[in-house]
């Protein structure tokens, strides 16, 4: 079986984020890395593909730069190869623009299953994947928390307010995962040799056919007008505890008349 | 362009309209022109009565789904409306699982973007200007939409407060799917339903939270325990439901629950951006944690730097002894 893992590189979230005073975008200057919500698929897609017994895991990514080193670090873990969508016109694309330049790309590996995080954390819009199933015509299952194979369909637990939902789902199809839907396996200095020589295949956005206009900042047909500090919630009282924290906290709820 | 007609989503759930929906239908209100909503399932006629009585005057009923997902067949259904005329300025979606699968589907279909995390919405210029919380909710950037079509924006739960208007009931009219084909393929067997006890996470009058500072699984009894005597509900950061010491259904932050209880307890939690943003708000907030440097101390009303391991225990002995 043959899958496609849809995953973005993005500025390490543990370093403060900035926008660009200009252009209002996400400064994505500086070394990008996997985001962490990927491993989840790309691991998903690596069990998947074993338990049918073969078939390639294929990344697909887009980046304004040419980036690839989160594009390495998922190859390292197992991943066969991978696409990259990369042209100076894709900085500002918004997620509809994103889901029409990977879907172009996708059609390319005819993959028989689609795996994505359910949002990105650096831009957390969420609806990318379902965008690429719509503009695929696929169906689409968000959410997974569990996902196995039965012949041509796929069965998916899916995450609700209440519990989860059985779902199931005919072939080819786009399946969001949740971070916790599988352990994703650390890269081996192995993987991590053999991932250097593995095929990164570049593209351009017109190598997929797509009009420039669809795509960057003018596809996005949004703009943000605005960027403001929020009102700054002042700190409060802080206690160094040394045994007697739990009676300021009694305290405090019986004055807001919680006990 | 005038905002002249807004559609919202009105998403039912064991038989009445999510109080995000109504709280989407308030805030449309306020926007001007006509409220309308779409709903979908076997009840819609049942809650034409409560949307009414928050001002939308006609729902258009997608009808019973079959078991379908709705992403697709709603999706589908709401484009065809549009495309009948009479197209809404605007459609509201509430930020659930399945708000966002419509949303995103709408959008191919009409080939318009969609503004998602939204916080807040103001009538502008020829359209809707939204907010959005960044950067943990430190900053707040708005945006508006270019182009001529209809806006879609995906807005998070408690951003507005839900307040009736007393109309009357909405006028139904049947707006059945389309055939969605392939696209609509993503069928529910089952469902199952997790057990809580309590008061649900985000209707909560006091929230007690957990993070990866209580070190282990079996420590989350402390939280459960402290929540149940302060007669509060569960929540958990999460790290710790991603490590799956508790479900999903318990995830407070950006990707779970956005919570506004009158106290915020929280314990052992730094305080990430993902966890920030959906509890900044509550009214107040208590923080447990040993690192005195912890993001969640620039938030709390009272900071307690100490070990949970000592600090919650104590807190339980107190109030039970109290009782």
């Not at chain 1, 637990?157 to 199809?173: H, I, K, M, N, S």
């Not at chain 2, 924006?153 to 049947?174: D, L, Q």
């Amino acid at each position: 079986m043959n899958v496609v893992v849809c995953v973005k590189q993005i500025p390490d979230p543990a370093a403060p984020g900035a926008l660009d005073p200009g252009t209002k975008n996400l400064v994505r200057a500086g070394k990008l890395i996997l985001d962490d919500s990927d491993a989840y698929g790309v691991e998903m897609a690596l069990q998947l593909a074993d338990a049918s017994g073969g078939g390639d895991v294929t990344l697909v990514s887009m980046a304004p730069n040419g980036e690839t080193s989160g594009l390495r670090t998922a190859l390292a873990m197992g991943a066969a190869k991978a696409i990259l969508i990369s042209d100076e016109s894709l900085a500002g694309t918004d997620a509809l623009g994103t889901a029409k330049v990977l879907a172009a790309a996708i059609k390319r590996a005819e993959p028989d299953l689609i795996l994505a995080a359910t949002e990105s954390t650096d831009g957390y819009t969420g609806t990318t994947p379902v965008q690429v199933a719509e503009l695929l015509g696929l169906p689409s299952v968000t959410f997974a928390k569990k996902v196995e194979i039965t012949g041509d369909s796929v069965k998916v637990e899916r995450q609700t307010e209440a519990g989860y939902d059985e779902v199931e789902c005919p072939l080819p199809a786009v399946v969001t995962v949740t971070a916790g839907v599988v352990e994703p396996r650390y890269p081996s200095f192995k993987g991590i040799m053999a991932a250097k020589s593995k095929p990164v295949e570049t593209l351009t956005v017109a190598d997929l056919g797509l009009d420039a206009s669809q795509v960057g900042a003018a596809g996005a047909r949004q703009e943000v007008t605005e960027v403001a500090d929020a009102e700054a919630r002042s700190s409060g009282e802080i206690v160094v505890d040394e045994g007697e924290g739990y009676a300021r906290v009694i305290e405090f709820l019986e004055q807001l008349k919680v006990l | 362009m005038s905002v002249d007609k807004i559609w919202v989503l009105a998403e039912v759930v064991d038989g009445a309209p999510i109080t995000t929906s109504l709280e989407l239908i308030t805030a449309a209100r306020g926007l001007g022109g006509t409220v309308e909503a779409v709903a979908y399932g076997d009840a819609t006629a049942s809650v034409a009565g409560t949307l009414g009585e928050y001002g939308v005057t006609t729902v258009y009923d997608v009808g019973d789904l079959g078991g379908a997902l709705p992403g697709a067949p709603v999706a589908a259904a709401i484009a065809a409306a549009v495309a009948s005329g009479g197209g809404p300025d605007a459609v509201l979606f509430p930020a659930t699982y399945d708000g966002r699968d419509i949303a995103g589907r709408l959008s191919v279909k009409l080939d318009r973007p969609v503004l998602t995390n939204v916080v807040g919405l103001t009538a502008g210029d020829g359209g809707l200007v939204s907010e959005h919380a960044i950067f943990g909710g430190s900053q707040v950037l708005t945006a508006k939409f270019t182009g001529e079509g209809p806006e879609i924006f995906v807005v998070r739960a408690k951003s507005f407060a839900a307040e009736p208007s007393g109309g009357a009931p909405a006028a139904v009219v049947a707006s059945p799917a389309p055939d969605t084909g392939a696209t609509g393929a993503a069928t529910i067997v089952a469902r199952h339903v997790e057990e809580r006890t309590g008061p649900k996470l985000d209707e909560a009058n006091v929230v007690v939270s957990g993070g990866r500072g209580l070190g282990e699984k079996d420590q989350y009894a402390l939280i459960e325990e402290l929540a149940t005597l302060l007669h509060g509900a569960a929540g958990a950061s999460r790290a710790i439901v991603d490590a799956g010491w508790v479900p999903y259904s318990h995830q407070v932050g950006q990707t779970g629950k956005t919570v506004k209880p009158t106290v915020y307890v929280a314990c052992g939690i730094s305080g990430a951006t993902q966890h920030l943003v959906g509890m900044k708000n509550s009214k107040n907030i208590v923080a447990i944690n040993k690192d005195q440097d912890a993001p969640i101390f620039s938030v709390a009303d009272l900071g307690i730097v100490g070990d949970v391991h000592k600090v919650l225990p104590q807190l339980i002995e107190a109030l039970k002894s109290r009782s």
